[in-house]
């Protein structure tokens, strides 16, 4: 009789109905800057079986570890905050005024729902704004939306009813509008800047796991908190673990819709692959690393360019203690900062896969140098 052939399992590689429904309530979970602690604990519990320890530090960057002990350390890492309004000011009819919290998009709020988190918990509210009959006519200029002239109308007519509501200067404020699914593979949603990024990393983790792969590093899986108001969260815990190579996610502009100009901010468009960035903050070495796997795997890439600054987390990690090797790379986003960012799934599965053959490819043997 011949020998059979042994037939190798075929890897995971795909999203699987559990981690979308953790995607959807992970998305539509409110995890505003400074505040991102239940989004934290939503994610940590979804990672924790794949990763053998985790930790999280005073500020709230959470973060899973595999090979806790290896002195040689990786990061893969997104960030966990969301845009986001402060409440500032109670008038005496009720009306509440704002600040922002993190760079939110004053021009989309009128007539946005929102939820106002306050002492007793979350308060439906609206942002007031006043009919085209009443801005219209009598020779004046139509006012334009700005930060000094939108409120919100909780249906509390004084100061004292919205104060009963658990609703005081500080509470913050986030919009309703969470996930959902269009035709030929986009999904929408607030806040997939950049909770896409932390569910991607956390499914590197279950298919490391669920493969049975074995790192030759110490792989630490970061969430990292305030990368909306200044990178701070990745700065502090960049600090602390002393990373030698450091992976980052993020969104970047889909540059297909009108008023883009691609001459500025380059050819990226959603559904065809992973958009890894050139620029000072970026390694270069590391950067063909990642290239290399993704031409080895036929993973399509979609090159652009930073000035400067990435303007995310990367800068943080490229430029902490005595200087980790970086690299970039995002997923293209359409309408960034808005209630309706859109994405697609193919783009999902194909940067999951690229970090996680980059991984797999990594050892700590791995040239760097630039010399």
């Not at 005081?168 to 990024?197: C, P």
């Not at 540059?255 to 990226?268: A, R």
């Not at 600054?309 to 900062?337: E, K, Q, W």
Request: charged share 25%; aromatic share 8%.
């Amino acid at each position: 009789m011949a020998k059979e052939k042994k037939v190798k399992a075929k890897e995971k590689t795909v999203v699987t109905e559990k981690s979308f429904q953790f995607l959807k309530s992970y998305l539509n979970n409110a995890s505003p800057v400074g505040f991102e602690s239940s989004g934290q604990k939503l994610w940590l519990d979804y990672l924790k079986p794949y990763v053998d320890s985790t930790f999280t530090d005073p500020y709230g960057t959470a973060v899973g570890v595999i090979n806790p002990n290896d002195s040689f350390k990786v990061v893969i890492e997104a960030h966990a905050d969301e845009i986001s309004w402060f409440v500032n000011y109670i008038n005496a009819e009720g009306l509440i005024y704002l600040k922002r919290n993190g760079g939110v998009d004053h021009q989309i709020a009128p007539s946005q729902r929102v939820f106002i988190h306050g002492k007793k918990g979350p308060v439906k509210a609206v942002f007031g704004w006043p009919a085209i009959h009443t801005r219209l006519g009598g020779g004046e200029k139509e006012q334009q939306p700005k930060v000094e002239n939108l409120f919100l109308d909780c249906g509390a007519r004084n100061k004292k009813e919205v104060e009963a509501l658990g609703i005081h200067i500080g509470a913050v404020v986030t919009y309703q509008d969470g996930f959902d699914e269009l035709a030929n593979g986009y999904y929408i949603g607030r806040a997939m800047d950049n909770r896409i990024g932390g569910f991607m990393i956390a499914e590197v983790a279950r298919l490391l796991k669920e493969n049975n792969k074995k790192l030759p590093f110490g792989l630490y899986v970061v969430n990292a908190v305030q990368e909306e108001i200044g990178l701070r969260g990745a700065e502090m815990i960049a600090r602390r673990i002393k990373p030698n190579v450091a992976i980052i996610t993020d969104v970047t502009h889909d540059t297909q819709t009108p008023m883009i100009n691609k001459i500025v901010e380059g050819d990226v468009a959603c559904g065809k692959g992973p958009s890894p960035a050139y620029g000072p903050a970026v390694h270069n070495k590391l950067l063909k690393f990642v290239e290399e796997v993704a031409e080895k795997k036929n993973i399509p890439l979609q090159m652009r360019t930073v000035s400067r600054s990435t303007g995310t987390d990367t800068d943080s990690f490229a430029y902490a203690n005595d200087g980790c090797p970086s690299v970039l790379i995002s997923i293209p986003l359409r309408y960034m900062h808005t209630t309706v960012e859109m994405l697609h799934k193919d783009d999902i599965e194909s940067t999951i896969k690229l970090m996680y053959e980059t991984l797999l490819a990594l050892t700590p043997k791995t040239n760097l140098s630039y010399l």
